[in-house]
């Protein structure tokens, strides 16, 4: 006999699960790529994918995953031996940094560890001491791995308060839609989203906001490769432009739909405080659960934690046998751990809760008690991190 048999529950930090209306938006056949409702709708989808990033400037669409998003911002704005400073909360930055050597570009990093935040008087200190080299500066808004949230709007001011001109580029894959992120207010240049995080459609797409200084600096770049380059995409002369070839037809079509859910129906401002308080249910388990001394949050500190994705780490046990237990005997999947040292592929002793998108109150907290169950079968030590988590939902509500 198996629990398991059932609606399964995908608790991963990304893909996240994909309303059944979006997936009913997606079950159709292909439409006419040159004209009527397909051309007619993506201008809408434009301008609520602005409204979810807080921005009144560009955005281009791509048919690509996260990584596709990092290499786009990259190459429209960055030429071959150009230097950046990346800000390293994780493994997410360092992938970043990764792909920009690839493409002949250098780069210093501010390794912050993989328990905190960046500090923005450490980068403000940088950039007054650098001689003009630095062209941008790159961090991620959560680290998925780490599930540290940096405060973006603390570290904007800070760049600009030093008067230095690099560009300030942001991975937003596992906070937008999840986490305020205002792009304008707070003085970013570059963001990047997917779809398959915060905004509830299957992985497949990558959007890339920039602003005016971006724009400026797309003009010298000499990365730009007639794919990712994002002049036409972002301003197309033809339909047929904005995703250099044929759309991703039914991505639009599901992406239409769930942005209808998260800017028309729930409202974005509505939509970051459900996830404060559902992440918040999960700290609160999470911080009983250590009582037990084995399991607990990566970060200790509330106010650095995503609320997207929570990083578990266990002392002196494996993870795996809790996150085989949750799958197989009660139809959870939890995320596996990636390496806090940076040194392993995946974490033994860690696992991950992705509490994103489209997800409420009662979905949660089964998955929750299905972990602490699984910690029960397992004879694994913790406190009662379910009545904690009750608490927080019912002063919630």
Same mark, same amino acid.
């Given at each position: 006999m198996?629990?398991?048999?059932?609606q399964?529950?995908?608790a991963?930090?990304?893909?996240?699960?994909?309303?059944e209306?979006?997936?009913r938006?997606?079950?159709?056949?292909?439409?006419?790529?040159?004209?009527?409702?397909?051309?007619?709708?993506?201008?809408?989808?434009?301008?609520?994918?602005k409204?979810?990033a807080c921005?009144?400037?560009?955005?281009?669409?791509?048919?690509?995953?996260?990584h596709?998003?990092?290499?786009?911002?990259?190459?429209?704005?960055?030429?071959?031996?150009?230097?950046?400073? /990346?800000?390293?909360t994780? @493994?997410? #930055? %360092?992938? $970043?940094?990764?792909?920009?050597? &690839?493409? *002949?570009?250098?780069?210093?990093?501010?390794?912050?560890?993989?328990?905190?935040?960046?500090d923005?008087?450490?980068?403000?200190?940088?950039?007054?001491?650098?001689?003009?080299?630095?062209?941008?500066?790159?961090c991620v808004?959560?680290?998925?791995?780490t599930s540290?949230?940096?405060?973006i709007?603390?570290?904007?001011?800070a760049?600009?308060?030093?008067g230095?001109?690099?560009?300030?580029?942001?991975?937003?894959?596992?906070?937008?839609?999840?986490?305020?992120?205002?792009?304008?207010?707070?003085?970013?240049d570059?963001?990047?989203?997917?779809?398959?995080?915060?905004?509830m459609?299957?992985?497949g797409?990558?959007? /890339?906001?920039?602003?005016? @200084?971006? #724009? %400026?600096? $797309?003009?010298?770049a000499?990365? &730009?490769? *007639?794919?990712?380059?994002?002049?036409?995409?972002?301003t197309?002369?033809?339909?047929?432009?904005?995703?250099?070839?044929?759309?991703?037809?039914h991505?639009?079509?599901?992406?239409r739909?769930?942005?209808?859910?998260?800017?028309?129906?729930?409202?974005?401002r509505?939509?970051w405080?459900?996830h404060?308080?559902l992440?918040?249910?999960?700290?609160?388990?999470?911080?009983?659960?250590?009582?037990?001394?084995?399991?607990?949050?990566?970060?200790?500190?509330?106010?650095?934690?995503?609320?997207?994705?929570?990083?578990?780490?266990?002392?002196?046990?494996?993870?795996?046998?809790?996150?085989?237990?949750?799958?197989?005997?009660?139809?959870?999947?939890?995320g596996?751990?990636?390496?806090?040292?940076m040194?392993q592929?995946?974490g033994?002793g860690?696992?991950?809760?992705?509490?994103?998108?489209?997800?409420?109150?009662?979905?949660?907290?089964?998955?929750?008690?299905?972990?602490?169950a699984?910690?029960?079968?397992?004879?694994?030590?913790?406190?009662d991190?379910?009545?904690?988590?009750?608490?927080?939902?019912?002063?919630?509500?």
């Amino acid at each position: 006999m198996t629990l398991a048999f059932g609606q399964q529950m995908l608790a991963i930090p990304g893909p996240s699960p994909a309303p059944e209306r979006v997936l009913r938006a997606m079950h159709r056949g292909s439409p006419n790529i040159y004209d009527g409702e397909l051309i007619d709708m993506v201008p809408g989808i434009v301008e609520d994918l602005k409204t979810v990033a807080c921005t009144r400037h560009d955005v281009a669409m791509y048919i690509a995953n996260g990584h596709g998003g990092w290499e786009a911002a990259l190459t429209n704005v960055l030429s071959r031996g150009d230097h950046v400073l /990346v800000l390293a909360t994780g @493994r997410f #930055a %360092q992938g $970043w940094r990764g792909m920009a050597h &690839r493409l *002949g570009v250098t780069s210093d990093m501010i390794d912050f560890g993989t328990d905190g935040p960046i500090d923005p008087a450490r980068v403000a200190e940088a950039l007054r001491a650098d001689d003009g080299r630095i062209k941008a500066v790159l961090c991620v808004q959560t680290d998925t791995a780490t599930s540290i949230r940096n405060d973006i709007e603390a570290l904007g001011a800070a760049i600009r308060q030093t008067g230095h001109d690099a560009l300030f580029m942001v991975d937003c894959i596992a906070s937008m839609g999840c986490e305020p992120f205002e792009m304008d207010n707070w003085n970013v240049d570059v963001a990047i989203t997917g779809s398959q995080k915060g905004l509830m459609t299957p992985a497949g797409m990558a959007f /890339v906001f920039f602003g005016p @200084r971006a #724009a %400026q600096a $797309w003009q010298s770049a000499d990365c &730009r490769t *007639g794919y990712w380059d994002w002049s036409l995409r972002a301003t197309p002369e033809v339909f047929y432009n904005r995703f250099c070839g044929t759309a991703p037809t039914h991505h639009l079509y599901g992406l239409r739909e769930a942005l209808t859910m998260l800017v028309h129906e729930e409202g974005v401002r509505a939509a970051w405080a459900r996830h404060r308080v559902l992440a918040r249910a999960v700290w609160a388990a999470g911080d009983k659960w250590a009582e037990g001394g084995v399991v607990r949050p990566n970060v200790r500190d509330a106010a650095n934690r995503a609320v997207s994705v929570t990083t578990f780490l266990m002392e002196g046990h494996d993870a795996a046998p809790l996150r085989d237990w949750c799958e197989k005997k009660a139809g959870v999947t939890l995320g596996i751990g990636l390496g806090l040292d940076m040194t392993q592929t995946h974490g033994a002793g860690l696992f991950r809760i992705g509490h994103m998108g489209h997800l409420n109150a009662h979905s949660l907290l089964g998955t929750l008690a299905c972990i602490e169950a699984g910690m029960k079968a397992l004879n694994i030590p913790h406190g009662d991190g379910i009545t904690a988590a009750l608490n927080v939902i019912a002063q919630a509500a």
